[in-house]
């Protein structure tokens, strides 16, 4: 029943800036991971940025200086600021929870597209 829901996914110029947008819902407890992963054609599902529960963020090195992530325990929402995108942000971007209560759990969501105009 858990599910994650992203948003704020579009079309942009190089040089601009999207907010993507994760709500996860389903579970009476926060989240002890939230992130954000990409996959490029031929590879494997990589992480972009999470954070955990009190606030320590993650970032991949090629994003590092663009992309803010953040979050709202409130409602286990994790936020994705994208500033100066490029290109080669293109892709899927997928929403990913994890859980140390009740149990472990995994959950992803169906992703939202970022498309990075040259």
């Known amino acids: 029943q858990v599910r994650l829901v992203e948003s704020g996914g579009g079309l942009v110029q190089a040089g601009g800036s999207l907010r993507l947008s994760c709500v996860a819902s389903?579970?009476?407890?926060?989240?002890?991971?939230m992130g954000w992963y990409r996959q490029p054609p031929g590879k494997q599902r990589e992480l972009v940025a999470d954070?955990?529960?009190?606030?320590?963020?993650s970032y991949a090195d090629s994003v590092k200086e663009r992309f803010n992530i953040s979050r709202d325990n409130t409602d286990n929402t994790v936020y994705l600021q994208m500033n100066s995108l490029k290109p080669e942000d293109t892709d899927n971007y997928y929403c990913?929870?994890?859980?140390?209560?009740?149990?472990?759990?995994?959950?992803w969501g169906q992703g939202t597209q970022v498309t990075v105009a040259s």
């Open positions: 954070a955990t529960f009190g606030g320590r963020a």
């Open positions: 990913n929870a994890k859980w140390s209560l009740p149990s472990h759990d995994d959950f």
């Open positions: 389903g579970s009476a407890f926060s989240c002890s991971v």
